[in-house]
């Protein structure tokens, strides 16, 4: 395997473990969104649920072994209402989003694509959730901003 190929393999497991992580937030997030937002958290879940399964395809076309979930994720700050229900959607939407803009750089040819087109639909996400934008979506970790990553548990 080249050393670009080791790059995009990496970005891609990368992406996959993101996602399980996101897939495991919103399922918190479902449990404390108020009624007026569960639709929009369980479009988004199922996103991610998608993307993670794509991912899971790319990297076995690469000839690896997916990068499996942890069995629990430690959250960034405890969520017990809605307000904190949406306020973690919006943090699971950077973390992603700052994932795939890794991805865009590391992939080519269709890969690239398909990663700018997940990072585009996570900034959206986090703008629905956020009611705000951010400049460059995707890089607000790398700027110091207080975003924190949802990372596994023991």
Known sequence: MSEAEDGELRALQAALAAEHAAVYGYGVVGAR???????EARA???????RRDALGREVRALG???VAAAAGYA????????????RLAAE?????AGVYSDLVRAAGGGRRNLAAAALREAAVRAVR???RSVAFPGLAERAGAEAVPVTPSA
Request: without cysteine; aromatic residues 8%; positive net charge.
């Open 75 to 86: 959250l960034p700050f405890p969520v017990g209402d809605p307000a904190t229900a949406v």
């Open 44 to 50: 988004a879940y199922d996103a991610h649920r998608a």
């Open 129 to 131: 959730w956020r009611g």
């Open 33 to 39: 969104i108020g009624e007026k937002r569960r639709t």
């Open 64 to 66: 690896a072994v997916p």
């Open 92 to 96: 699971l939407e950077d973390r992603v």
